[in-house]
């Protein structure tokens, strides 16, 4: 298995542990494959906290509601 193989089957099973409502996301390679993933199930996520402008970028491109961290409130962790 490839290393970006690896990466992608770890976002795969990140996605089964994401709840509704407001999510935070990081940045990097395997932050991607985890957003990617999301979009598969952009409808139970109401918005999301980005770690950096790549990160927000690439949230809404996929759809996704990015808001600011004062916006989000209390978020669980």
Do not use: C, W, Y
Not at 18 to 29: E, H, K, L, W
Not at 39 to 61: E, F, N, P, Q, Y
């Amino acid at each position: 298995m490839t290393q970006d193989e690896m990466k992608q089957a770890t976002a795969r099973a990140a996605i089964e542990h994401v709840p509704a409502g407001i999510i935070g996301v990081g940045t990097g390679s395997t932050a991607n494959f985890f957003i990617d993933e999301l979009a598969h199930i952009k409808g139970r996520i109401d918005a999301a906290v980005a770690s950096s402008v790549a990160t927000a970028d690439r949230l809404k491109k996929h759809g996704i509601r990015v808001i600011d961290l004062n916006e989000a409130g209390e978020m669980e962790v």
